[in-house]
């Protein structure tokens, strides 16, 4: 419809001709349409609620009690359709600033990601001041997310990380001075030593709800200090019921109760090879690790490289 047809259809309508205003409405309708169609096609749908280069506030809208020193955090996005934005491998630093002025950051990778628009939440244990010798001082982030109300912000910006999965077992590592590696599995290892949990969680989600894969299957070797300890336990082996083919796990404690059905100890080489795929020359078997950097480091990797792993069959978070 020209602007002078549209012109000559409202100065009829002014005048009183029915027709017309039927007119005269359609056009406005059509013209309201073509606007949105437009505003759709610029800003591509929804946004994303991280910047990755900028912090941004966000406000605490539920606090709920896992355990004795675990809390999940819900915080709303920019709208009730905005989407977290966040590729599978990566994670979020959440930053605050304490009465003296000072700033403390730190990372996290959430619980939830696209398939929940509006609201990102985190699993976080919260280390309390006066509990570690080794750290008197606890853990400020995760005491500072405890002391919020509801209706409290934090600011927080992502994405942020190195490893992006991609779906169908693919995906790629860009590792400081090296070029982007794109790597395959149709086997996941994964190790995970307290909080390091969610990033292992995440990689299990995307897996298992990719319509497109049903054959690409995880084992999950999980340390903790104590039974009491273990994030997430109704939902991993929940999984595993769901997905007996596909998905394992099992647990290892440095203090084990009696009658314990799993491992006792640190992670060590027997542990690696009895319950997480074998090594495979194709890279077809890649083993994902986070926990604390003694672990893996100590642990973990002279375990792999112990069972043939090379630096290109594992990484870590």
């Excluded at 709920?64 to 989407?83: D, K, M």
Aim: charged fraction near 20%; proline fraction near 6%; hydrophobic fraction near 40%.
């Amino acid at each position: 419809m020209s602007a002078v047809t549209v012109q000559s259809t409202m100065e009829a309508a002014l005048a009183g001709e029915p027709e017309a205003v039927v007119m005269a409405l359609l056009s406005a309708l059509f013209a309201v349409a073509l606007a949105v169609a437009l505003k759709g096609l610029v800003l591509g749908g929804p946004k994303s609620a991280m910047k990755a280069d900028e912090f941004q506030e966000f406000k605490l809208v539920k606090k709920e009690i896992v355990s004795h020193n675990t809390r999940r955090f819900t915080f709303a996005l920019q709208s009730p359709t905005t989407r977290l934005g966040l590729p599978i491998g990566q994670h979020i630093t959440l930053r605050f600033t304490d009465a003296s002025g000072k700033s403390h950051q730190r990372s996290y990778t959430p619980v939830t990601g696209d398939e929940t628009p509006g609201s990102v939440t985190f699993v976080i244990k919260v280390y309390k001041a006066g509990v570690h010798p080794k750290f008197p001082e606890g853990g400020k982030m995760s005491q500072h997310l405890d002391s919020l109300s509801i209706g409290d912000s934090i600011q927080m910006k992502g994405p942020k990380g190195h490893l992006t999965y991609l779906g169908q077992g693919n995906f790629t590592v860009k590792q400081m001075r090296k070029p982007l590696q794109s790597r395959s599995a149709k086997h996941f290892g994964l190790i995970a030593g307290g909080t390091g949990i969610t990033p292992c969680l995440q990689i299990i989600h995307a897996v298992l709800a990719d319509p497109k894969d049903s054959t690409t299957t995880l084992s999950l070797l999980y340390a903790n200090v104590s039974e009491d300890d273990i994030l997430l336990r109704e939902e991993l082996e929940e999984t595993a019921k769901k997905y007996p083919d596909r998905f394992k796990v099992h647990y290892t404690l440095d203090k084990a109760p009696k009658e314990w059905a799993y491992s006792e100890g640190f992670i060590n080489k027997e542990m690696i090879e009895t319950h997480l795929p074998a090594h495979a020359k194709d890279g077809s078997s890649q083993v994902l690790m986070c926990g604390p950097p003694p672990m893996l480091k100590f642990a973990c990797i002279p375990a792999l490289k112990e069972l043939g792993y090379t630096e290109d069959d594992y990484f870590c978070f």
